[in-house]
Nanobody
Framework: VQLAESGGGLVQAGDSLRLSCAVS????????MGWFRQAPGKEREFVAA????????YYADSVKGRFTISRDNAKNTVYLQMSSLKPEDTAVYYC????????????????WGQGTQVTVSS
């Protein structure tokens, strides 16, 4: 199983960025997908998640209204559209897969990507 994040980079506050996570080696449509992030010196935290059918989405309060998670089951890819970025969004962003229902609890995820760095300058 492989999860490969891409799309990170250095942006200015207020900019937008879209992260992608390409998944292989599992039946993508059977998995809920989540995005998490880890800032320097901090623990990894939940950002967003959605079920296989996109019927349910979950967001951390800190990103609600600014970030949107989506998936393309035909491309085995999950996205995180980030808008109105703030310096406090700076972190390594990870995607993760959980069999069946998505959750905000990172301990329940089965597979993880290597992460992509997002840096937001002020």
């Amino acid at each position: 199983v492989q999860l490969a994040e891409s799309g990170g980079g250095l942006v200015q506050a207020g900019d937008s960025l879209r992260l992608s996570c390409a998944v292989s080696g599992l039946t993508f449509s059977n998995y809920g997908m989540g995005w998490f992030r880890q800032a320097p010196g901090k623990e990894r935290e939940f950002v967003a998640a959605l079920t296989w059918s996109e019927h349910s989405t979950y967001y951390a309060d800190s990103v609600k209204g600014r970030f949107t998670i989506s998936r393309d089951n035909a491309k085995n890819t999950v996205y995180l559209q980030m808008s109105s970025l703030k310096p406090e969004d700076t972190a390594v962003y990870y995607c993760a897969a959980k069999f069946l229902k998505a959750t905000t609890d990172q301990r329940q995820y089965d597979y993880w990507g290597q992460g992509t760095q997002v840096t937001v300058s002020s």
